[in-house]
Structures are given as structure tokens and as C-alpha cells.
């Protein structure tokens, strides 16, 4: 029954939102549902305050916050997941399609037949070309990059590939804005006695041979609870869809352990302010983690997240790559988890900050010049 409700709502958000004259949807933002919401709430208040285009938000998900968000410039529909949605899309009409989805026009989501400019805004700091598929960007006509990274992966992917070059905006990373001003309402901890206790986030990637997956996630926790330290488990949602069981394990072993803490929901923020290291494999939270709050992170050496097998043509080495041993310690899962805590102290916040600085566009910013490119469209 649910089920059937969702359906008539989607649809009739549909019918709403392509009964709406094309002045009144300019700009629309599209989302996947709440975990979009970072990435993307920023950029919508900036449209609406800094501009006077008529927005229109989609999102798939009913518990999108996006789509409670009220302004005399916006609208918000509901359109779900199936062929409502893939039929809004291939319809609509809006002069630019803002979006945090990769694999535009491979998939069920496909370009619009009316003349659309759609604009990729990033939901990770991690590169390009290893973790995301093959094409997975040759439909968008503008690719916002989050740092100079994205920048010089775009142009080979171009060039070793002979497709038109798009036009890239040197946007920064509106999600880690984000990080950076709530972490002024969260005390830090000046002290450097390495035997204190900890909290420790465990935030990995997904995959069948990811942290959680492969079981050693269950080890892991285990181990720190044993030496004293406060565990935030904290799935991907992908994990949550494909690997539930490995996960229910875990919570099932600690959940009476006031020690142990269960966050099932990647949206939120308070667990990485709270927490002193993450624990992660290839999952661009750690690259957030240390840039924003510039605390290091446990590297777990487990195999590496592959998802376009042509990547090595780009000759570029994928900034997760490169980045850990600047960022971290990569633990092979062997040694004692104490002796890697203890690596972890060393990691200088100067350092973690310069970095940041170093591989991040616009901090601070990334909104004024999401808006103005808005003006250039």
C-alpha cells in the first residue's frame, strides 16, 4: 500500500511540475533523496537569495529536506525512483538541470529531448576516473570541480578520449563549507595524551570487498571496545542496501555497550565533529574528515575501489590514492589497532589544514561562485 502511494504522489508531482509555465522552473535542482541534501542545500539557498531565477527542487525521496525548504522563488516535487521520474526527465523543460548523479543519459536517467544545459556538482572529494564508471560525465555540459584534481582528470578524459571539452567551474566543495562552519560550534580537545580515550568513527566505503563487507569491520570494533575507546559505526547506505546481515552482526554483538553508537545515516554531521580519528577504506568521507576538521584518519589496506577499469589510460594517480599517507595511517589489518592510534597523534592540524587548502577550491565560497556562474549560463 505504501508502495501505491508513493506511486500516485510521484505522479502527481510529475503532472505538477510539467504543468508549470517555463518561466516559472529557469534553474531546477534534482536530488536522489536526503544523502543528495548535503551537496546540494548550500547552492540552493545561494540560488534563491543571490539571484532572481525561478527554481524548481525534484528529489526521489519523500524524506528529502530539500523538498521542505520554503521561498516565494521555489517549488519542490516529489517525482520517486521508477519511470515517473525517468519520465519527467527525458521531458523537461528548465535552462539548467542542476545535479550530484553520475552516469547522466547511460542509464534509465536520460538527457532531456528539449535544450537543457545540465551541471554536475560533486558529492565526493575523490577523483574522477577510478571509483565512477567509465563515462560516467561525457553528458554534462558543465562539471563543477571540487579542487584542481578534477580539473586535470576532466581534460585527459577529454583528450585520450577525443570528446568535446566542457566548461569546468573551479567551484570548490559546498559539503565541506558545510563541515568547516559547524565545527566552530564543537569544542576541540587540547589534549595531547596519546592514552586517552578516543572516539573513533568507522565510516568505510561500499563494496563486496569493502571494510564492513569482508568482515573485518566486526574485528575491528571488537578490538576497540576491548582497549577502552568509543566506536561510531557509520554504514554506507549502500552497505545498508547490499550487506545489511554484516551489519546487523555488529549492532546485534554491542548495541547494551554504551561504548558503541549505531548512526545509520551518512546525511548527518554530528558524528564526525564529535569523533578524534575515522577509521575508512576508500570512501571520500576520509578526505572530508581530514580537510574540514583536520583530524587524521586510519586507512584500512584493503583492495582498492575499482569501478572503471580503464582508469590507469588517464596516467593520473586518483587523489585517494596519493592523498593517505599524507592524511593518514594505512593500517593492513594485522597489527594492533593501538599501535596505529598512536601513529595517528603525530598527523600535525597545521598540516591537515595546508592541504586542504591545497586541494579544495574556494573555501568558504563555493556558493558566490556557484551563483556566479548561474549569471554565465
Partial sequence: MNNIRQGLKAISG????????????????????????????????ATLERTDKSVCYLSSSLDDPGL??????LKTFFIGMGFVRDYVFQAIETHIMVM???????????????????????????????????????HYDTICCAGPHHVREIRAIEKKYHLPEK???????????????QAKKYPQSESENKYQQKKILIAPSWGPKGLIE???????VNELIEIDHEVILRPHPQTMKFASNQVKKIVHLHK???????????????????????????????LEFAFALNKPVIF??????????????????????????????????????????????????????????????????????FTQFLRTV
Fill in 300 to 369: 584500512c589496506d584493503i583492495s582498492q575501489k575499482v569501478n572503471n577499469p580503464h582508469y590507469q589510460d588517464m596516467n593520473l594517480e586518483p587523489l585517494e590514492v596519493s592523498i593517505r599517507q599524507m592524511i593518514g595511517v594505512i593500517w593492513d589489518g594485522q597489527s594492533l589497532i593501538a599501535e596505529i592510534i598512536e601513529l595517528c597523534e603525530q598527523k600535525s592540524k597545521n598540516d591537515l589544514l595546508e592541504l586542504s587548502h591545497q586541494y579544495v577550491f574556494n573555501q568558504g565560497h563555493a556558493d558566490e561562485v
Fill in 14 to 45: 510529475a503532472i505538477g511540475f510539467n504543468c508549470l509555465p517555463k518561466d516559472q522552473c529557469q534553474i531546477t535542482f534534482y536530488s536522489e533523496g536526503k544523502n543528495d541534501w548535503p551537496h546540494l542545500h548550500n547552492l540552493l539557498v
Fill in 68 to 73: 521542505m525548504v520554503e521561498h516565494p522563488q
Fill in 100 to 138: 550530484t548523479m553520475p552516469d547522466l543519459n547511460n542509464f534509465q536517467v536520460k538527457r532531456s529531448r528539449n535544450p537543457v544545459h545540465y551541471v554536475y556538482v560533486p558529492h565526493s572529494l575523490v577523483s574522477l576516473h577510478m571509483i565512477y564508471r567509465h563515462g560516467a560525465f561525457d
Fill in 256 to 286: 547494551e555497550n554504551p561504548r558503541f553508537t549505531f548512526e545509520n545515516c551518512v546525511a548527518g554531521q554530528e558524528s564526525l565533529h564529535q569523533s578524534d580519528i575515522m577509521v575508512s577504506d576508500w570512501s571520500g568521507a576520509a
Fill in 214 to 220: 569482508s568482515g573485518l569491520g566486526h574485528r575491528l
Fill in 167 to 181: 566548461n569546468l567551474v573551479e567551484l570548490g566543495y559546498p559539503r565541506l563549507d558545510s563541515l568547516i562552519e
